[in-house]
């Protein structure tokens, strides 16, 4: 009978003490730390137990408890979003264009910048949004359209403030190991990603600091974990990552809220396109140095495009959790930080946070490219090794490697 009152204190325990501890330790983390703070906080219980705690002091204990969890079940209602005004990045396709579409439904004042007036998405919005969207061009590289940009949404909005930027707009001009990627792939994702998205950040700080308004930043996972092949991607991100956490404790004093979304693979604009890899295969492979073809090898190059391809195949279609981070992240009386959105991007920050590096980069690259192919000139080498091992006439061998 004793011990099984133990267990149903122990069990009550845990998940009041555990809920209470997920608020304040994991929110802004991770899922990990939330099993972590579980699995301490039932140690906790027993090793109070074994001491016996007091009856009264258990008591106080579960209530105080209690009450903490209570206060994090409290529903926080979300703010309105009748009379605000979103200015949201990269609306052609993807999270921009769902984004837009939600926050208009939502009654949100939208602006939503496009690549192109005339293209589809443009059209797409024009479509199925209300009269409050406002359409406007712009390519976050051109300093001069940011500024027009920033001239037509101050004219539209008169005296009224801005109160979320939502930095959407990114590319991912990346393909393949960081040797090969060509120094235009990484400029290419720093001049978007990077500075593209500080440029309009700065542009209209000035007006999120007068409402005290909202900064929700897309980012990615491959900013923070080394995912294989994406260093360039990643590299831009990564600088964009840090950026945004300094403007957050920076913002704090003005009232602006600064949250990062960081979303699992999806199917959105260009890279979900198979010719799309083609074309940067193609391309790597026209610009590529002889003798890094050589010693890499085509095969291994053509690996890497079928693996891309493969991968963006299998890359979610709902977009939904993405979308439904960005509106919290602007309606939420306290937004979260980091929003995980996705399948899979807990468990890959669990793995990231808490196991050694060894394992999570295996992870990664079970996860996303896993090569099989070796590069040309480590098969060569491989071959030479094994030869060596087995026969001391190492002349021999090597004679013969350089006559084939
Ligand atoms: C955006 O970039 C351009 C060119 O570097 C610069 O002249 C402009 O001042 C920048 N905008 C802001 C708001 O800093």
Redesign the pocket.
């Known amino acids: 009978m004793e011990d099984y009152l133990d267990w149903v204190y122990m069990g009550v325990m845990s998940v009041f003490v555990g809920g209470a501890m997920k608020k304040f330790l994991a929110s802004h983390i991770s899922a990990a730390p939330t099993a972590v703070a579980w699995l301490g906080v039932t140690l906790v219980v027993q090793i109070l137990w074994s001491y016996s705690v007091p009856a009264v002091l258990g008591l106080a204990l579960l209530c105080l408890v209690c009450c903490l969890y209570a206060a994090r079940m409290d529903p926080v209602l979300p703010l309105s979003a009748e009379g605000k005004a979103v200015f949201i990045t990269g609306c052609d396709t993807g999270f921009g264009k769902a984004a837009a579409r939600r926050l208009d439904a939502q009654g949100f004042e939208v602006f939503a910048t496009v690549l192109d007036l005339f293209g589809e998405g443009a059209r797409d919005l024009r479509k199925t949004c209300s009269p409050r969207l406002t359409l406007l061009q712009l390519d976050i590289t051109q300093?001069q359209q940011?500024?027009q940009a920033?001239l037509d949404t101050k004219a539209k909005l008169g005296l009224k403030g801005l109160w979320g930027l939502v930095n959407n707009a990114g590319v991912c001009v990346n393909f393949g190991d960081a040797e090969l990627s060509l120094m235009s792939n990484y400029r290419g994702c720093m001049e978007v990603n990077f500075?593209g998205t500080?440029?309009v950040t700065?542009?209209f700080?000035p007006l999120l600091r007068q409402s005290k308004g909202r900064i929700v930043t897309m980012s990615s996972p491959a900013g923070e974990q080394p995912f294989p092949c994406l260093a360039a991607y990643g590299a831009s991100k990564a600088a964009l990552n840090l950026f945004i956490n300094t403007l957050r404790h920076e913002l704090d004093p003005w009232g602006v809220k600064v949250s990062t979304i960081l979303p699992s693979s999806y199917k959105t604009g260009q890279p979900s396109n198979l010719e799309y890899w083609e074309c940067q295969y193609k391309s790597l492979i026209h610009n590529l140095s002889p003798d890094l073809l050589e010693e890499y090898g085509e095969e291994y190059i053509q690996e890497t495009k079928d693996l891309f391809q493969r991968h963006t195949q299998t890359a979610s279609e709902d977009l939904s959790p993405v979308i439904h981070a960005i509106s919290e992240a602007l309606l939420s009386p306290q937004p979260q930080l980091r929003y995980y959105a996705g399948p899979g991007v807990r468990f890959m920050y669990f793995i990231y946070s808490f196991f050694p590096m060894s394992v999570s980069d295996k992870f990664l690259q079970r996860l996303f490219v896993q090569k099989k192919v070796t590069p040309h000139a480590l098969r060569k080498e491989n071959g030479l090794t094994h030869n060596n091992n087995n026969n001391n006439n190492i002349n021999n061998h090597v004679e013969r490697i350089e006559k084939k």
């Open positions: 300093p940011v500024h920033l500075f500080l440029n700065k542009a700080l």
